[in-house]
């Protein structure tokens, strides 16, 4: 799952697309993923959705003959042609608070005892934030419960339909596990090859495990907050990884940009697209993160006039990073992984067995982006089972050879990403 976040205000219409989806498949990638693109209520966020069956007035070419249904056809069979896939928001965890779903079937929602539909909220910093252009679906206490159960299945069959292999399950963990196992399966029914990713970002490994057991084919880790260091992240990792095999990015469009985050320091973000990318089983990154924007995507605010003139290009590098992906079969699961110590802690040292094939992996990261760092090794070989060659495979200026001992002037963030295999075992 090498993904491409084509974020919809910021590509504008759907006839524009075109020209983003190849700059993807040129970058190795292999699937785009878009943010909601049906109508949204008032507030104009794309996650308030007011008609599930409309579609956002912002990404219809309206000069166009043909209808916005057949404007998101063209647009999936021209990825198709690229060799992409694409999937699409799914959320079904509450609609926009002016929907005329409100009125149509008040039985659906969840009521305050004033009266008045109950907000999805969160706290950020103690503070508690409330999204009063959202309206709570009730799952758990709906007395039609197989109605609603009903419009979310047609809603999904419909976007299948148009052509979409994949839902981005928004707030998955907010929705009832039940749910979830019964929708995934009877789209499967008809629709084997549809991809269900759980988003469940700030919710714990243990409601992620149960969340994911639900059914879904992906979820989501938490790497892009990991300080190198920190035991967490490889602990939540172990605790997944064989319920479901996760994507890591450097950013996303709920995050700060990187670009802006590590003010403009290259070698930084090419350090943490490179860890990205080789943690985990998937990887996405959002359009305009290859050209060093630094302007936050807004759900609400963002148009194309938002696209920035910049002097950085990271195509190349982006496109050598998931190549190794592509043609690694180690980078593309969830095996055994192990955080070494070395004797430089401002070096990480990580060992990943597949057990899918024979490879196993060890990557050299250099955790400081501004200053070289020195690596040393007595033997790389004695790190890994396999008793063939490690071979350097990395983005960037790889080694031709791995000498023994191994003595290296780590570049301000730079990773060196060696492979190996171990001898097949012969069956019984």
């Not at 524009?16 to 993807?24: F, I, M, N, P, T």
């Not at 209520?41 to 008609?51: F, H, K, N, P």
């Amino acid at each position: 799952m090498i993904i491409y976040n084509l974020f919809p205000l910021l590509a504008g219409r759907f006839t524009d697309w075109k020209k983003h989806l190849s700059r993807a498949a040129a970058m190795g990638f292999t699937w785009i993923f878009v943010n909601p693109v049906q109508r949204p209520g008032s507030s104009g966020s794309l996650y308030s959705i007011a008609d599930y069956y409309a579609f956002n007035p912002l990404l219809v070419a309206s000069k166009s003959k043909k209808e916005p249904r057949e404007q998101i056809k063209e647009m999936i069979t021209a990825a198709d042609t690229m060799g992409l896939k694409v999937m699409v928001d799914l959320v079904i965890s509450h609609c926009a608070a002016d929907s005329d779903l409100l009125q149509q079937h008040p039985e659906w929602f969840l009521w305050e005892k004033s009266g008045k539909v109950a907000h999805p909220f969160c706290y950020e910093n103690g503070k508690k934030v409330v999204w009063k252009d959202l309206a709570k679906f009730d799952h758990k206490n709906t007395s039609d419960r197989e109605g609603l159960f009903q419009f979310f299945l047609h809603m999904v069959r419909f976007l299948v339909e148009l052509g979409f292999s994949g839902f981005r399950c928004d707030a998955a963990y907010q929705v009832p596990g039940s749910l979830w196992k019964r929708l995934i399966r009877e789209t499967k029914k008809f629709h084997p090859h549809v991809l269900f990713f759980a988003e469940t970002l700030g919710c714990p490994p243990d409601q992620t495990r149960k969340t994911a057991k639900a059914g879904f084919d992906f979820i989501f880790n938490s790497s892009k907050w990991w300080d190198f260091q920190s035991p967490w992240l490889v602990e939540q990792y172990t605790l997944t990884r064989e319920i479901a095999p996760s994507i890591s990015f450097p950013e996303s469009h709920d995050t700060e940009r990187l670009w802006a985050e590590l003010l403009g320091n290259v070698e930084g973000v090419k350090q943490r697209y490179l860890f990205a990318a080789l943690f985990s089983a998937g990887i996405m990154m959002p359009m305009g993160f290859e050209f060093g924007f630094q302007k936050k995507l807004h759900v609400v605010k963002t148009r194309p006039e938002d696209w920035e003139q910049t002097d950085t290009d990271l195509t190349s590098f982006i496109r050598a990073v998931n190549t190794i992906k592509s043609r690694h079969a180690i980078f593309q699961e969830e095996p055994p992984t192990t955080i070494l110590p070395t004797s430089n802690p401002n070096v990480l040292l990580m060992w990943k067995a597949s057990v899918k094939t024979q490879e196993e992996a060890l990557l050299i990261l250099n955790k400081d982006m501004h200053t070289k760092q020195h690596f040393y090794a007595e033997n790389l070989q004695s790190f890994v089972q396999a008793g063939a060659p490690l071979i350097d495979v990395s983005p960037e200026n790889p080694l031709g050879y791995i000498p023994a001992p191994f003595s290296y002037d780590l570049q301000p963030g730079q990773g060196i990403v060696l492979i190996t295999a171990r001898d097949s075992v012969a069956e019984d």
